[in-house]
């Protein structure tokens, strides 16, 4: 930054930082029950501005309360406190969407300024109001640790809730959100089976590096703007900082069939960063079907997210089912301009989980970039897990070119949350993997294993009769044997299986899709097994 930048920059600052000399109305009046600070002017222009200086300076963590009485507050106590729906940010309007916040705790210790946003004139713009924390906002026990916390406390997070109008949802507005934005960076929606799942991340810096801590950048602040009354839409804006970046983010937010997020983000870094990982989504795989122990567990499966799907820049559809390594897994997709990736649970029905909090309904998370990514790769991280409390899968794209201190990036992407990708094509989906001996009956060679692939629907469906698919296959190892494809016997137009058997004593990258002719029927399946 030059000498004039750094000048216009202390000037803007100082701008922001003088109380408008302005009367209190109706536009700027507190919520019912909240109360709100000195009005500042606001735009997104400086907060982009702001981020870039921040990412000059040395990063200093925002002060918390007490530590000892925060960590008194556990997932029980923590539980036990709510925001009370009356307080809430719009609850009387402007806008379809109150506005509930989280308090601290042991787990989310990190104060986050609240601000709401009011227009003072197309040319003027905004004027922001920090939301003061105060403890009477929230029920909790008489005895709860939080009782002892002073005003500097501040919120965790907070959470979008359904239309108090009824615009879009019959749940009442006052129990049932659709959006949560809580710890660190992360933030998570419902898709459109009413369900939250896996979650998303502002950035993600370093995660699995040799040697290296992985770092967790915070949102500080957020910014709520007023949507008008009929809109499915609203905007927020978002300051990340932490010791490697500082950052400037606008979210908006719609909630349609389920969730659709068109995120902006601007972002400066102060240190080098090894793995730079741009709209990271985290989720949980425990096992499934193709790979359950023995007696593990008394249900089928169990995992919010079943596999990565990838739609290159070359119009590749790719299917990458999730597994539960016993270290540590990380897998590298090389793309230009990806299309589009997510991590997606794709087993919809009730009776593959049998489970009371129904992993069939979790979203899926599609990311969709905004004009072109340039090199790089998907790549995805998968950690072993022997619980499903635990997140242990991350996907993300990683530019080609190494974060270094002082680059900067301006980015656009949308997020879809919702129950399938949202492209449809005329390739036929993967819907099973399926993992056992190999070798037919009494002649099973030491070591081989029967892979049962399933793909349904598309131009499957559009075989000729007497016409069978052919078994495109490779693989980076092993010997690969018995291969075959078949209808499966269900009775399902466009519901197929490929068998083949694999002996390796390595690990070993497969590669599959089905065929006729020159023309492709399916995506294409990749799995990486491990012998052990």
């Given at each position: 930054m030059t000498e004039f930048d750094r000048r216009q920059f202390l000037g803007i600052l100082a701008a922001a930082a003088t109380s408008l000399a302005l009367p209190c109305s109706d536009a700027w009046a507190a919520d019912t029950g909240l109360a709100l600070g000195a009005a500042n002017t606001f735009s997104w222009d400086d907060l982009v501005q702001e981020?870039?200086?921040?990412?000059?300076?040395?990063?200093?963590?925002?002060?918390?309360?007490?530590?000892?009485?925060?960590?008194?507050?556990?997932?029980?106590?923590?539980?036990?406190?709510?925001?009370?729906?009356?307080?809430?940010?719009?609850?009387?309007?402007?806008?379809?969407?109150?506005?509930?916040?989280?308090?601290?705790?042991?787990?989310f210790p990190r104060p986050v300024k609240m601000y709401r946003l009011d227009h003072l004139s197309y040319e003027a713009g905004f004027v922001a109001r920090e939301i003061l924390y105060d403890k009477k906002h929230f029920d909790m026990p008489a005895d709860s640790p939080a009782q002892r916390l002073g005003s500097e406390t501040g919120y965790a997070g907070f959470r979008i809730q359904e239309s108090r109008t009824g615009n879009q949802s019959r749940l009442a507005w006052q129990n049932?959100?659709?959006?949560?934005?809580?710890?660190?960076?992360?933030?998570?929606?419902?898709?459109?089976?009413?369900q939250y799942g896996l979650s998303a991340r502002g950035i993600a810096i370093d995660t699995v590096v040799k040697n290296v801590t992985e770092e967790f950048p915070a949102f500080t602040r957020f910014y709520?703007?007023?949507?008008?009354?009929?809109?499915?839409?609203?905007?927020?804006?978002?300051?990340?900082?932490?010791?490697?970046?500082?950052?400037?983010?606008?979210?908006?937010?719609?909630?349609?069939?389920?969730?659709?997020?068109?995120?902006?983000?601007?972002?400066?870094?102060?240190?080098?960063?090894?793995?730079?990982?741009?709209?990271?989504?985290?989720?949980?795989?425990?096992?499934?079907?193709?790979?359950k122990p023995f007696q593990e567990d008394w249900r089928p499966e169990v995992h919010d997210?079943?596999?990565?799907?990838?739609?290159?820049?070359?119009?590749?559809?790719?299917?990458?089912?999730?597994?539960?390594?016993?270290?540590?897994?990380?897998?590298?997709?090389?793309?230009?301009?990806?299309?589009?990736?997510?991590?997606?649970?794709?087993?919809?029905?009730?009776?593959?989980?049998?489970?009371?909090?129904?992993?069939?309904?979790?979203?899926?998370?599609?990311?969709?970039?905004?004009?072109?990514?340039?090199?790089?790769?998907?790549?995805?991280?998968?950690?072993?897990?022997?619980?499903?409390?635990?997140?242990n899968v991350v996907a993300?794209?990683?530019?080609?070119?190494?974060?270094?201190?002082?680059?900067?990036?301006?980015?656009?992407?949308?997020?879809?949350?919702?129950?399938?990708?949202?492209?449809?094509?005329?390739?036929?989906?993967?819907?099973?993997?399926?993992?056992?001996?190999?070798?037919?009956?009494?002649?099973?060679?030491?070591?081989a294993h029967k892979f049962e692939v399933e793909f349904k629907g598309g131009d499957l469906a559009k075989l000729a009769p007497g016409i069978?698919?052919?078994a495109v296959l490779t693989s980076t190892g092993g010997k690969?044997?018995?291969?075959?494809?078949?209808?499966?016997?269900?009775?399902?137009?466009?519901?197929w299986r490929a068998f083949f058997d694999l002996e390796a004593e390595e690990t070993v990258d497969i590669r599959l899709y089905l065929k006729a002719g020159a023309q492709t029927l399916t995506e294409t399946w990749l799995y990486q097994f491990h012998t052990a």
């Amino acid at each position: 930054m030059t000498e004039f930048d750094r000048r216009q920059f202390l000037g803007i600052l100082a701008a922001a930082a003088t109380s408008l000399a302005l009367p209190c109305s109706d536009a700027w009046a507190a919520d019912t029950g909240l109360a709100l600070g000195a009005a500042n002017t606001f735009s997104w222009d400086d907060l982009v501005q702001e981020a870039r200086f921040l990412a000059t300076q040395a990063y200093r963590p925002a002060s918390q309360p007490s530590a000892s009485v925060l960590e008194q507050i556990d997932w029980e106590a923590h539980g036990k406190i709510r925001f009370k729906p009356e307080n809430a940010l719009f609850a009387e309007g402007p806008g379809q969407y109150p506005i509930a916040f989280f308090h601290p705790g042991r787990f989310f210790p990190r104060p986050v300024k609240m601000y709401r946003l009011d227009h003072l004139s197309y040319e003027a713009g905004f004027v922001a109001r920090e939301i003061l924390y105060d403890k009477k906002h929230f029920d909790m026990p008489a005895d709860s640790p939080a009782q002892r916390l002073g005003s500097e406390t501040g919120y965790a997070g907070f959470r979008i809730q359904e239309s108090r109008t009824g615009n879009q949802s019959r749940l009442a507005w006052q129990n049932n959100d659709w959006a949560a934005f809580l710890g660190a960076s992360y933030f998570r929606a419902i898709g459109d089976e009413y369900q939250y799942g896996l979650s998303a991340r502002g950035i993600a810096i370093d995660t699995v590096v040799k040697n290296v801590t992985e770092e967790f950048p915070a949102f500080t602040r957020f910014y709520f703007e007023p949507s008008d009354q009929n809109s499915d839409t609203m905007t927020i804006y978002a300051l990340l900082d932490g010791p490697s970046i500082a950052g400037a983010y606008r979210f908006l937010l719609t909630r349609s069939q389920g969730v659709l997020m068109d995120i902006e983000s601007n972002l400066f870094l102060r240190k080098d960063v090894e793995r730079f990982g741009i709209a990271p989504v985290t989720s949980m795989y425990w096992f499934s079907q193709k790979d359950k122990p023995f007696q593990e567990d008394w249900r089928p499966e169990v995992h919010d997210s079943d596999g990565l799907a990838l739609w290159t820049g070359s119009n590749e559809h790719v299917w990458r089912p999730l597994i539960n390594p016993l270290g540590i897994n990380v897998s590298y997709f090389l793309d230009k301009n990806p299309k589009g990736f997510g991590l997606m649970q794709r087993e919809r029905h009730f009776d593959e989980y049998l489970d009371g909090v129904h992993y069939e309904r979790r979203p899926s998370l599609w990311v969709e970039p905004v004009g072109d990514w340039g090199e790089g790769s998907v790549q995805l991280v998968e950690l072993h897990t022997e619980e499903e409390i635990y997140d242990n899968v991350v996907a993300m794209w990683v530019p080609r070119e190494k974060a270094r201190a002082g680059s900067s990036y301006s980015l656009r992407y949308r997020l879809y949350w919702q129950a399938d990708e949202p492209f449809k094509t005329s390739l036929a989906r993967c819907v099973a993997t399926r993992i056992g001996r190999g070798g037919e009956s009494a002649k099973r060679p030491q070591g081989a294993h029967k892979f049962e692939v399933e793909f349904k629907g598309g131009d499957l469906a559009k075989l000729a009769p007497g016409i069978s698919p052919e078994a495109v296959l490779t693989s980076t190892g092993g010997k690969i044997s018995n291969v075959m494809t078949e209808a499966v016997p269900d009775g399902e137009a466009g519901h197929w299986r490929a068998f083949f058997d694999l002996e390796a004593e390595e690990t070993v990258d497969i590669r599959l899709y089905l065929k006729a002719g020159a023309q492709t029927l399916t995506e294409t399946w990749l799995y990486q097994f491990h012998t052990a």
